[in-house]
Structure formats: structure tokens, C-alpha cells
């Protein structure tokens, strides 16, 4: 999941959850601020009519009539009369009950004289005391406030419809409903708004980091901003810059080391010709005059001094073996012979000079090549089999050496394997001291110089191969 699905995740819920929280604590405090003004409504409504009616008691009481039946009837009928003119709202009335439940007096009627104390909610009147109560009755529900005349045993009931005291509430309810939807919608809005300007900045400082991953230096996130992401995306610029600087820094030193690897190899191929030279002219010849000389001193011993004539006999066999191999080491300081007669077979000369002086076997399989390479490369590519053999000779104590070249489309791939003890690659890799005599740097960057991928795979006994491949570069014509 994204950073801005999570902050996204835990800000929404957080904000939507108060705006309901909020809408219904103002529709609920709103309600009982209602349902308190109703009732002091009511009651005050409810005190006026029994105010009325204690008038009414009064002048019976004061003209001395309130043992005549006709003067209390007439006071009461009066009293129920008057009632009638206290108005509650535009639905609201005061109506009568005796302690029975039998309505005395109602705006309806048809009511009057009817027996309602069958009705739950009209039980509580009936306790002779004052409250107030919720009920329905004639297809409304209503707020009622009551209160007991003892004097006449009257229930007087001050009430008035849910519909006309909470219509408004009731109405604003809906208005309630839709801001708390639209808000909730405002609110995600702007939510996301605020949250996608915060991740924004997140999300190049990701694209950043995956550009320099990729190598890509020449990135700079622009800063927005003067707080911590503003202050991360300055660190990140630095980074960079500096990580620039640093890798110019490293290739421009890998560039001087490869043009000094490049140069201390033309140096080692011009110093092997001066030493071939020397070897061929100067010790070749001093050899040759040597075995002249041992031969002229053969013939002039005595014919009787065979001991003497065996030992020039096995001196001029051992000048003829030195002679053989400094034309050897000579040919094998400068190969000659590529320049005769190709490397193609300058490298079989060299498995055949393996099977000849090592007790190995040297199968080889090249194709036609030597028109596709340039003399220099040549000698590259002869250099880097004559260093491979080299270190099979030396440290692998193999029995077999595998030589191969062949054609792959626009390239001549070249390989080396052989069946010895093989080596731990990762001792290779780390670069220490001791693996150092192998060769392979040397190996490496004359492959360079040919413009080949080299690659080199080897286990603890399981032999080594070495394999890499050169693009072909047709040959200038000199006609």
C-alpha cells in the first residue's frame, strides 16, 4: 500500500467519524434543548389553566355557593369553557379527565364521556399527581403536561403534537443529514488535496532515489517547502551532487588506470621483443659458436680419449637441448608466427607445445578467424590463451585443456577449460594478495582492450572455464 492510500486510510475515518459525531451531538443537544423549552411551554401553559379553574373554585368559595350543585356545575362548565380559549401552538389544547378517566371536556366532542384509563400512558394521571408524559392518542403522538385539581378530582391536560413542536427540528434534520453528507465529501476533498500536496514531495524524492539507483546522477528534486521533507530534499540534492562528483572522480581514475594498463601492456610486448631479440641474436648465436667450439674441440682429441670425446658427444646434445628452448622461450615471448602465419595456427603450435613439454592433453576447435582480427588483436587474443594455459600448468593440476573459437553472429567467441582442482570464485573476487599471481587482471584488461566480455567460472574440483567474446571488426583493405 501506498503512503498516501495509508495517511489517506488514517486521516479520512478520523475526520468523517467527527463530523457525525459532531451532527449528532447537534441534533441531540438540539433535541433536549427542544424537549426542555416544550415542556416549560406546557407548563406554563398548564399552570394558566389551572389558574382558571382555582378562580373559578375561588368564587364559588367567596359568594358561599360551593355547596349548591347548580353553582358548581355552572362554575365548572364555565371553567372548561374558558380553557378552551388558552391556545398552545396551532394544534395544542387543554383538555379534562375525572379520576375515572371519563373525559370531561376535549375540543373533540365526539371525546367527551368516553373512558380512556384503559391507555397505558393514562395510568400515571390517574395517580392524582403532576408530570408529564409522551403518548399517542387519535393518530398522533403528543407531549403532555398534567396536574391534579383536587377541589373537582379533575385531571387538567396541557398538550400539544410531536409534529408542531420538533416540525422544525424534524425539518432541520434533514438539513443536518445533507451537511453531514456534503461535508463528509468536503472533507475528503480537501483531504486528499492536503494529503496529496504532503506526498507529492514524497513520491519525486522516491523517483529520485530509484533514478540515481539506476545511475542516473543528474537528478535535483525541487524544494517546495521549508520543513523536514523540504529539508530531506536538500539532503537528497547534496547526495547526489556529491555522488556525481564522486563517480566522475572514480571513472576519470579508471580511465587513467586503463590508459597505464594499456601502456604497461605495450610496454611488456615491447620488452618481450627486445628480450626475444637478445634471446634469438644474442644467446642463439653465443650457443651456436659454443657448440662449434665443442665440436672443433671433439675433433681434436686424440683417437684414443674416448672419455673425453663422450663428454663433448653429450655437451653438444645439451647445447642443442638450451638452443631448442631459448628458440622456445623466444617464440613464446614473440609469436612469430602469427605474423606468418595467423593466430589460428600460432594457437595450435601452442597445444602442441603443451602435449609435447607437459604431461597434458590439449584438444583444440577453432573456425577461420584470422581475417576478421587485426594483427594487434591477434596478439591479444594469443596472450590471454597463453596466460590461461599458464596458470592450468601451474596451479590446477589438470590432466586435459579444451580450446575453443568459433563464430556467433557478429562476434568470435573464445573459451578455455580445463578438468583441475578448480577454484573458490569468491577468494578471486575479494581481490586478496595471494590470488594476485593468477593473472587475471591482465587477462581482464586485455579483453578490454579487444572490447570483449570476459567471464571466468570456476568450482573447488570442478575445473575452470574461461570464455570471452570479441566483436568482429572486418579488416581494412590495402588495396
Not at 403518548?135 to 403522538?141: A, K, N, Q, S, V
Request: aromatic share 8%; charged share 25%; glycine share 6%.
Amino acid at each position: 500500500m501506498k503512503i498516501f492510500q495509508k495517511i489517506l486510510g488514517m486521516m479520512l475515518p478520523i475526520a468523517l467519524i467527527s463530523l457525525f459525531m459532531g451532527s449528532w451531538l447537534t441534533y441531540s443537544l438540539s433535541r433536549q434543548a427542544l424537549d426542555l423549552m416544550a415542556e416549560r411551554w406546557l407548563g406554563t401553559r398548564l399552570n394558566e389553566a389551572v389558574t382558571m379553574v382555582t378562580q373559578h373554585k375561588e368564587f364559588l368559595r367567596l359568594y358561599g355557593i360551593t355547596n349548591i350543585r347548580a353553582g358548581t356545575t355552572k362554575a365548572q362548565f364555565d371553567a372548561a369553557l374558558e380553557l378552551k380559549s388558552i391556545q398552545i401552538g396551532d394544534h395544542g389544547y387543554i383538555y379534562l379527565l375525572d379520576e375515572t378517566g371519563t373525559v370531561v371536556s376535549h375540543p373533540d366532542l365526539e371525546q367527551v364521556g368516553n373512558n380512556i384509563s384503559h391507555y397505558e400512558w393514562v395510568k400515571p394521571m390517574l395517580q392524582k399527581v403532576s408530570g408529564s408524559i409522551s403518548y399517542e392518542w387519535l393518530g398522533d403522538t403528543h407531549l403532555g403536561m398534567f396536574a391534579f385539581f383536587k377541589p373537582w378530582g379533575w385531571i387538567i391536560v396541557a398538550t400539544d403534537p410531536f409534529d408542531e413542536i420538533y416540525g422544525t427540528m424534524n425539518h432541520a434534520k434533514k438539513y443536518i443529514l445533507a451537511l453531514a453528507v456534503f461535508g463528509s465529501m468536503g472533507i475528503s476533498l480537501l483531504a486528499i488535496i492536503l494529503v496529496r500536496r504532503l506526498v507529492i514531495p514524497l513520491q519525486l524524492l522516491v523517483q529520485g532515489t530509484q533514478r540515481v539507483g539506476k545511475g542516473d546522477l543528474d537528478v535535483s528534486i525541487p524544494i517546495k517547502s521549508r520543513d523536514e521533507i523540504g529539508h530531506l530534499s536538500r539532503a537528497f540534492n547534496v547526495m547526489s551532487h556529491n555522488l556525481k562528483q564522486s563517480l566522475g572522480a572514480l571513472k576519470q581514475s579508471e580511465f587513467r588506470l586503463q590508459r597505464l594498463n594499456s601502456r604497461l601492456i605495450s610496454a611488456q610486448e615491447d620488452e618481450r621483443k627486445r628480450l626475444s631479440v637478445e634471446l634469438h641474436d644474442e644467446v642463439g648465436q653465443s650457443l651456436a659458436v659454443l657448440k662449434l667450439k665443442v665440436i672443433f674441440l671433439e675433433e681434436g682429441l686424440e683417437t684414443g680419449d674416448a672419455k673425453a670425446k663422450k663428454e663433448c658427444e653429450d655437451m653438444t646434445v645439451y647445447i642443442d637441448q638450451v638452443i631448442e628452448n631459448v628458440r622456445r622461450l623466444s617464440r613464446d615471448l614473440v609469436p612469430s608466427s602469427i605474423e606468418d602465419l595467423g593466430l589460428a595456427a600460432s594457437l595450435m603450435w601452442l597445444a602442441d607445445t603443451i602435449k609435447k613439454f607437459y604431461i597434458i592433453e590439449a584438444d583444440i576447435n577453432l573456425a577461420s578467424m584470422d581475417d576478421h582480427l587485426s594483427l594487434e588483436n591477434q596478439i591479444l587474443i594469443y596472450r590471454i590463451f597463453q596466460e590461461a594455459i599458464s596458470n592450468t600448468v601451474k596451479h590446477s593440476s589438470a590432466t586435459k585443456i579444451i580450446m575453443n573459437g568459433h563464430h556467433r553472429e557478429k562476434q568470435l567467441i573464445f573459451s578455455i577449460q580445463d578438468n583441475g582442482k578448480g577454484f573458490d570464485m569468491e577468494q578471486i573476487d575479494s581481490n586478496k594478495v595471494e590470488n594476485k599471481g593468477l593473472g587475471l587482471p591482465t587477462m581482464q584488461e586485455r579483453a578490454r582492450m579487444l572490447g570483449a566480455d570476459f567471464t571466468i567460472k570456476s568450482r573447488m574440483d570442478s575445473g575452470t572455464l574461461l570464455q570471452f567474446s570479441v566483436p568482429i571488426v572486418m579488416k581494412e583493405s590495402n588495396g
